[in-house]
């Protein structure tokens, strides 16, 4: 029995649902696992904040220009296979010899081939499912993605409980080979390559508007200034808390384990109530929530050193993050609407938002070094008021409504822009 062209496109989504699942893991090489291995062998707050403030600077170069390379690529699947390749290959490095050479050099090679995931992943999905599902589908897409970082989360942890660090290297292996079998498994030619730049409509021009419609778009500039202020607080809370505790408890992977863990249940949550959030009370309700979620998060890492007080500050971190990471390219995408230019307009707001990420970095390690850590926690929450009220100021240009979504009429921020 042949099978239906309805039937290879809903294989193609669960082959996309097993991808967000294990690229979890895939995508990061070490992930949230960096801080505390390192910390645990010598290695400052200082010089983990200019190690993942080199990678964020390569990060912020090579994303835009593999934006642009996505749009124009007919090959989506290699550009998110050949990627996890590298970065498992320089994770393994790092893990055997974490020298100089291979921690900087490993994650210098991270951000750049990493930098290409985000955007082929967004391009993948939109030209899968098109325009009016997309809201629903990245959202299901952060479900699996964080699904699969707490079962990646929980099997490191009893991992390197047994088995040390080879339990680490295992792991890293079996989900890289996992990662490429799905994406292997998508069908290519359920990939509408012009929907998957945004071309599904057009606003008049005969093809792909030029690079100036980034610029000229507003709205888009005012979401990357959002996204950078917000990164520049949140970026680095985690990272502090992975060292600080990890340092206390020796326990790096197992430690890193718990406190990610945390965020990510917290963020399959968010992805659960997100697209019930949109449809009820518009996109902009979910930035709200998102960017309220931060200075708290702060006051209360700030306050209390005790370690039973990360799950509350990493479940705001699942708040803030998790629903910014699926409200970011739904409002990207109505920006850039009939533009053909989504991907490359998502991942100038991924660099422009990486700017505030990476420069946030020796911020934090300049602040625990001269007050602690409950001082960079305080720091980098109140900075992220500013973000809250960018968005206020603009939030009908940041977040645009769309008719078809039920209860945009309803949203709660009515004031003109």
């Given amino acids: 029995m042949q099978s239906t062209p309805s039937t290879l496109a809903g294989r193609s989504l669960v082959a996309l649902a097993v991808l967000n699942f294990f690229l979890a893991d895939a995508r990061d090489g070490l992930g949230p696992f960096l801080d505390g291995f390192l910390a645990t062998?010598?290695?400052?707050?200082?010089?983990?904040?200019?190690?993942?403030?080199?990678?964020?600077?390569?990060?912020m170069i090579a994303t835009p220009l593999f934006g642009a390379w996505v749009d124009?690529?007919?090959?989506?699947?290699?550009?998110?296979?050949l990627p996890v390749l590298l970065v498992t290959a320089a994770a393994l490095w790092t893990l055997a010899s974490p020298s100089n050479a291979s921690v900087f050099g490993g994650q210098s090679a991270t951000a750049i081939v990493g930098a290409v995931i985000g955007p082929a992943l967004m391009g993948l999905t939109l030209g899968l499912?098109?325009?009016?599902?997309?809201?629903?589908?990245?959202?299901?897409?952060?479900?699996?993605?964080?699904?699969?970082?707490?079962?990646?989360?929980?099997?490191?942890?009893?991992?390197?409980?047994?088995?040390?660090?080879?339990?680490?290297?295992?792991m890293m292996i079996v989900t890289a080979a996992a990662t490429i079998v799905a994406v292997l498994a998508i069908d290519p030619s359920k990939v509408d390559?012009?929907?998957?730049?945004?071309?599904?409509?057009?606003?008049?021009?005969?093809?792909?508007?030029?690079?100036?419609?980034?610029?000229?778009?507003?709205?888009?500039?005012?979401l990357a200034i959002t996204l950078m202020i917000f990164h520049f607080g949140n970026a680095p809370i985690s990272r502090l808390i992975a060292q600080d505790f990890s340092i206390q408890l020796g326990t790096p992977f197992r430690t890193t384990a718990i406190t990610t863990g945390v965020a990510q249940l917290s963020m399959?949550?968010?992805?659960?109530?997100?697209p019930l959030l949109i449809r009820r009370f518009g996109l902009a309700s979910v930035f709200l929530l998102?960017?309220?979620?931060?200075?708290?998060?702060?006051?209360?890492?700030?306050?209390?050193?005790s370690f039973s007080w990360i799950y509350p500050v990493q479940i705001l971190d699942g708040v803030g993050a998790g629903l910014l990471g699926i409200a970011t390219p739904i409002a990207a995408e109505r920006i850039l609407a009939g533009t053909g230019r989504f991907n490359v307009g998502l991942a100038a707001v991924m660099t422009v938002q990486g700017i505030g990420a990476s420069l946030s970095n020796v911020v934090a390690g300049w602040l625990t070094d001269i007050g602690g850590y409950g001082l960079a926690y305080w720091v980098h929450g109140a900075v992220s008021i500013l973000a809250f009220v960018v968005f206020c100021t603009a939030h009908r240009l940041i977040a645009p409504a769309r008719s078809d979504d039920e209860g945009d009429h309803r949203n709660a921020m009515t004031a003109p822009s």
């Fill in 72 to 81: 124009a690529s007919r090959h989506k699947r290699a550009l998110i296979i």
């Fill in 268 to 274: 399959i949550v968010m992805a659960v109530a997100a």
């Fill in 41 to 59: 062998r010598g290695w400052s707050s200082m010089t983990l904040g200019f190690v993942a403030t080199l990678g964020g600077v390569l990060g």
């Fill in 129 to 170: 499912v098109g325009e009016r599902r997309f809201s629903d589908q990245v959202a299901r897409n952060e479900f699996w993605n964080h699904a699969g970082n707490v079962v990646s989360l929980a099997a490191i942890y009893f991992a390197t409980s047994y088995y040390g660090e080879m339990g680490v290297i295992v």
């Fill in 193 to 222: 390559h012009a929907v998957a730049r945004g071309l599904a409509h057009d606003e008049g021009e005969p093809g792909p508007s030029g690079f100036a419609v980034l610029v000229s778009r507003k709205g888009l500039i005012l």
């Fill in 290 to 305: 998102a960017l309220a979620a931060l200075p708290i998060r702060g006051a209360l890492a700030g306050t209390f050193s």
